[in-house]
């Protein structure tokens, strides 16, 4: 079963398979928003149980919006707010490695740039590889205009119901036959089954790492943490060839974990 799809006890009727792994997402940060003492790392100060709880409810919203856009075929601005998503992980990631000492700047909405916070984070493979191409994509960058879009050949008929929004004709050379293409807007279907499934996977990485941020190395024993026995195991696995090509968080993070570094629980490395 692929890492995004759901198994059949957790689907219901009409959820799409592409962001299984942003529900799972979203489940998480519900059943740790829930239960009080979910911030070990943030110590016994009275404001840590408010910047969790906040943080956990953007971090929500945020999932909810990019599932919303995401199914919709919404691709760039899914990756917006995906960008947005990775900005409140890594603020909290930054408040959470000194909180004392840092706290105030957080609630007063005062921090260092995005890429200084990155390098503090020990983030700066992030900040190169995922985090400039989210915020190119959410700028309008224009290598990415035409994500919506799909050529097709057109033969001497044509599905008008498809969505053609213009031609292009060319001859192809001397005597040649003219070659007439369509430019169609792609569906939202397409969109989600090609674009889906790597948001979901972005987002659920950042979640996690959000939430191993707040709990400490224990993390695995938390409410929160995903219920099927082997689905972070999967993850594991299924995430690396992402990682390769953009960054995951998790790869670092597990590091932290126990059960990783005593029993080499998630044991794949990149």
Not at 42 to 61: C, K, N, P, W
Not at 188 to 195: F, H, K, R, V
Not at 226 to 251: G, I, K, Q, T
Request: hydrophobic fraction near 40%; charge should be negative.
């Amino acid at each position: 079963m692929p890492i995004h799809e759901r198994a059949k006890g957790h689907k219901i009727d009409g959820d799409p398979n592409e962001v299984g792994l942003l529900d799972a997402a979203l489940v998480a940060l519900r059943l740790a928003h829930s239960y009080e003492g979910e911030y070990e790392r943030l110590g016994t100060h009275a404001d840590a149980y408010s910047v969790f709880l906040r943080t956990t409810e953007m971090q929500i919203e945020y999932c909810r919006a990019i599932r919303t856009l995401a199914i919709g075929g919404l691709v760039r601005p899914a990756i917006g707010m995906l960008r947005s998503l990775l900005e409140v992980t890594a603020f909290f990631a930054w408040v959470a490695d000194d909180f004392d000492g840092r706290k105030e700047r957080y609630l007063d909405g005062r921090r260092p740039s995005i890429q200084k916070m990155f390098a503090e984070l020990g983030w700066s493979r992030a900040y190169k590889r995922l985090y400039v191409p989210l915020s190119q994509s959410a700028h309008g960058f224009f290598a990415t205009s035409g994500l919506h879009l799909e050529v097709r050949d057109l033969g001497s008929e044509v599905d008008w119901e498809d969505r053609l929004l213009n031609l292009m004709i060319s001859d192809e050379g001397q005597n040649a036959e003219l070659c007439v293409r369509g430019v169609f807007e792609r569906t939202s279907e397409s969109l989600l089954a090609e674009y889906g499934p790597v948001v979901s996977m972005h987002a659920f990485d950042f979640v996690m790492t959000f939430l191993i941020r707040a709990c400490g190395p224990y993390s695995d024993s938390c409410v929160w943490w995903p219920n099927n026995a082997m689905r972070m195991e999967v993850f594991d696995e299924a995430a690396l060839p992402l990682h390769h090509h953009s960054h995951v968080f998790w790869y670092g993070e597990k590091k932290s974990l126990v059960v990783h570094q005593i029993e080499n629980a998630y044991p794949v490395m990149p």
